[in-house]
C-alpha cells in the first residue's frame, strides 16, 4: 500500500523561505520510473501544480515558480523535500505531495496547510 | 503551455440522473494523457480516470471517460450520493503540467 504524508511549518511570514516535506512508504525512488510531485490549492480555488522529481533526480518545475521552488530527495530516507523562497500571501494553501509513475499522479497525501502572513 | 478548460462551473443535478462534465485542452493532449479526478471537502483528490478513457483501480464503473486530441468527457451514468463533489481534468501529456478549473457537481 502506498501512502504519503507531508509536513512543514503551518504559518510562515512574507518574504520568508518555507521548507515542506514528502514522507512516503510502499515505493522507493531508486525504481524506475518513480517520482514524486507537489501540488497546491488554495483555499477554495483549484489545483496547481507545483514541481515533480524522478528516479533518476530529473525534475521539472512550474514555470510560473521555477525561479522560486527547488524540488530534491532523499531516497534512503524515502522523502522529497520542497523548497519555495521569498513566500507571499497568494502562496497560503493546501499543499500536497503524490506517488507519481510517467507523469501520472496515482495515489496523494492528506495535505498540509500553509498559512502566509505577518 | 496547454490550459484545460472545465464546463460547467456547477452542476446541479438530483441523485440517479447522469452527470456529463467537459474538459477542453487549448492544444491536442499527447497520447491522450488526461486524467479525471474527484475531491470532496477537506480531502486529497483521488484518481478516477487516466489515459482519457482508463478507471482506476477501484473506480465503480458508473464513471467513464472519453474523448481525445482536445476534448474530453467524464460521465457518471446514475449519480450515487457519495458522487456530489468537485472534479478536476489534468494533463500529464508535457510539461508543466496542467489542471482545469474544475466542475462542482452538487444536489439539486
Known amino acids: 500500500q502506498i501512502t504519503l504524508k507531508e509536513s512543514g511549518p503551518t504559518l510562515v511570514k512574507p518574504t520568508q523561505t518555507l ?6 512508504s510502499g515505493f522507493s525512488l531508486s525504481d524506475n520510473f518513480m517520482g514524486v ?5 488554495p483555499p477554495g480555488k483549484a489545483l496547481e501544480w507545483l514541481a515533480l522529481i524522478y528516479w533518476n533526480d530529473d525534475n521539472k518545475y512550474s514555470p510560473s515558480l521555477k ?3 527547488t524540488i530534491t530527495k532523499d531516497t534512503s530516507r524515502n522523502q522529497v523535500v520542497l523548497t519555495m523562497t521569498d513566500v ?3 502562496d497560503t494553501a493546501t499543499y500536497y505531495c503524490a506517488h507519481t509513475t510517467g507523469w501520472l499522479h496515482r495515489t496523494w497525501g492528506q495535505g498540509t496547510l500553509v498559512t502566509v502572513s505577518s | 503551455e496547454i490550459v484545460l478548460t472545465q464546463s ?3 452542476l446541479s443535478l438530483s441523485p440517479g440522473e447522469r452527470a456529463t462534465l467537459s474538459c477542453r485542452a487549448s492544444q491536442t493532449v499527447g497520447n491522450d494523457y488526461l486524467a479525471w479526478y474527484q475531491q470532496k471537502p477537506g480531502q486529497a483528490p483521488r484518481l478516477l480516470i487516466y489515459d482519457a478513457s482508463t478507471r482506476a ?3 465503480p464503473d458508473r464513471f467513464s471517460g472519453s474523448g481525445s486530441g482536445t476534448d474530453f468527457t467524464l460521465s457518471i451514468s446514475r449519480l450515487e450520493p457519495e458522487d456530489f463533489a468537485v472534479y478536476y481534468c489534468h494533463q500529464y501529456a508535457y510539461s508543466p503540467l496542467a489542471f ?5 457537481v452538487e444536489i439539486k
Open chain 1, 19 to 24: 521548507t515542506l516535506t514528502c514522507s512516503f
Open chain 2, 100 to 104: 482545469g478549473g474544475g466542475t462542482k
Open chain 2, 57 to 59: 483501480t477501484g473506480i
Open chain 1, 67 to 69: 525561479g522560486r521552488l
Open chain 1, 88 to 90: 507571499d500571501p497568494m
Open chain 2, 8 to 10: 460547467p462551473g456547477t
Open chain 1, 37 to 41: 510531485a507537489w501540488i497546491r490549492q
